[in-house]
Every structure is written in C-alpha cells, then in structure tokens.
Nanobody, 119 residues
Framework: QVQLVESGGGLVQPGGSLSVSCYASGTIIRFYAMSWYRQGPGKQREKVARISTSGRTNYVDSVKGRFTISRDNTKNTVYLQMTSLKPEDTAHYYC?????????????WGAGTLVTVSS
C-alpha cells in the first residue's frame, strides 16, 4: 500500500522561505516523475512543480524563480523549497507520482501539509 506523507508546512511571513517534504512508502519513486500540487482556500488543486526521473524540472508561471523542486531517490523523498513567499501561496501542499502511461496521478492523495503565508 502506497502512502504519501507530506511535512514541513507552517506559518511564514510574506517574503519568507519554507521547505516541505514528501516521503513515499510502498513504492520506489526513482521510476516516476514526481510533482507538487497545492490547493488554496476555495480553489481547485493545481500542479506547481514537476521533476522528471532524470531531474528535469518544470514550474507553473506563478512560482517560477521562487520555488525549487528536488528529489532524493535514496530517501524516497521529494522536496519543495519555497522562497519569496506571498499570501497567495497559502495552500495545502501535496505530492504525487505521475503514471508514465497516462500522465495522471498514480496514488491516493496524502493529507498534505498546510503552508500559511501571513503577517
């Protein structure tokens, strides 16, 4: 049974930085592209960053230059480093693997980790 466990969220002031982590159990993430998603209050979940199996990264325009996704396959963990945070970055953050055949998410969502950007 695959479990995705996100952690590291918290309260941060605008302009601050925060890093969140996602540990995957029951699977081996090195075989899959991994992505971070977020869902803000009253909003739909959106993909914000993706890292391929080879380490190539992609970001949604709203976080380019501020967020960095990385992976440590030896720890089965994906990270999202966030800088210059804005109030609009407030959201629950989730990770998931990408089905290589369909491009869809592979696993049930974890509980996520809440990032609140506020003064």
């Amino acid at each position: 049974q695959v479990q995705l466990v996100e952690s590291g969220g918290g309260l941060v002031q605008p302009g601050g930085s925060l890093s969140v982590s996602c540990y995957a159990s029951g699977t081996i993430i090195r075989f899959y592209a991994m992505s971070w998603y977020r869902q803000g209050p009253g909003k739909q979940r959106e993909k914000v960053a993706r890292i391929s199996t080879s380490g190539r990264t992609n970001y949604v325009d709203s976080v380019k230059g501020r967020f960095t996704i990385s992976r440590d396959n030896t720890k089965n963990t994906v990270y999202l480093q966030m800088t210059s945070l804005k109030p609009e970055d407030t959201a629950h953050y989730y990770c998931n693997a990408e089905d290589p055949s369909t491009g869809e998410v592979m696993y049930s969502w974890g509980a996520g980790t809440l990032v609140t950007v506020s003064s």
